[in-house]
């Protein structure tokens, strides 16, 4: 059983930062995988990026609209998994969500069986 606990969203002006904390507990595997998405009103759950909960922590992957302006990173130690967020837009505005793989290299919400309850993220304009 894995538990995922967001933090850090908020109300941001475009170009602004901010940086998103997970926090997990249970079960981890070497193959284990943690992940961000998002999902904005009237949208599709969006992949966001993921990294691997230990071993290589280059084996990283982002999606296309935030490569160059998000980076993921992971503090074993703190069992916490980072996103930090820059040159956020409007269109960066919604829910961000944790969630946790057993294993697989899949980019798909289906792939994830662990989810946190959410943090909303707000830019403007």
């Known amino acids: 059983q894995v538990q995922l606990v967001e933090s850090g969203g908020g109300l941001v002006q475009a170009g602004g930062s901010l940086r998103l904390s997970c926090v997990a507990s249970?079960?981890?595997?070497?193959?284990?995988?943690i992940g961000w998405f998002r999902q904005a009103p009237g949208k599709e759950r969006e992949f966001v990026s993921r990294?691997?909960?230990?071993?290589?922590?280059?084996?990283?992957r982002y999606g296309d609209s935030v490569k160059g302006r998000f980076t993921i990173s992971r503090d074993n130690a703190k069992n916490t998994v980072y996103l930090q967020m820059k040159s956020l837009k409007p269109d960066d505005t919604a829910v961000y969500y944790c969630?946790?793989?057993?294993?697989?290299?899949?980019?798909?919400?289906?792939?994830?069986?662990?989810w946190g309850q959410g943090t909303q993220v707000t830019v403007s304009s």
């Open positions: 249970g079960t981890f595997f070497s193959s284990s995988v």
């Open positions: 990294i691997r909960w230990t071993g290589w922590s280059g084996d990283i």
């Open positions: 969630a946790a793989a057993s294993s697989g290299g899949s980019d798909s919400p289906t792939s994830f069986g662990y």
